[in-house]
């Protein structure tokens, strides 16, 4: 196996063992993944921070994800299903299903990709949710 191939195999078990950490609700072994510096959310231009999704909101940091997590706790989590997990040597892209109950009363069931950046260490250095973001600002009651 190359050293490419290694390192994919590397990355998707890092963010495997995340998914199979947040079925278990252990937020800290996600915490424990994440770098110092990890930009989560980080966009040039998106138009689900600008209507102000909540969970789409740029943070940074353990700290950040953990706020991240915070808020993602206030919802009720109908159904969420891995369906795929793609790697190279530097990202993971995780393919979702999730319906959820938001806390201000609407709903929303989707398909994402959740794409993660990893760093020389195997750590999250970045993360990003590609959404139905028309669908998502709707449920959230922003347009």
């Known amino acids: 196996m190359s050293a490419t191939q290694n390192r994919a195999a590397a ?3 890092v963010v495997g063992g995340i998914y199979e950490a947040f ?4 937020i800290d072994f996600t915490l ?3 770098a110092d510096d990890c930009a989560w959310e980080s966009w040039l231009d ?3 921070q600008k209507a102000g999704i909540p969970p789409m909101t740029p943070r940074h940091g353990r700290a950040g994800v953990a706020e991240f997590f915070a808020y993602v706790a206030t919802m009720e989590i109908q159904d969420f299903q891995v369906l795929d ?6 990202q993971v892209v995780v393919e979702v299903q999730i319906s959820i109950a938001l806390p201000g009363g609407g709903s929303v069931t989707d398909e994402e990709l959740h794409l993660y950046s990893l760093d020389d260490a195997g750590r999250i ?3 990003r949710h590609y959404v139905d973001t028309a669908k998502q600002i709707k449920a959230y ?3």
């Open 125 to 127: 250095s970045r993360m």
């Open 85 to 90: 997990m793609l790697a190279s040597d530097r």
């Open 23 to 26: 079925g278990r609700g252990d």
């Open 141 to 143: 009651g922003l347009g």
């Open 32 to 34: 424990d993944q994440v």
């Open 11 to 13: 990355n998707l078990a």
């Open 46 to 48: 998106n138009h689900g």
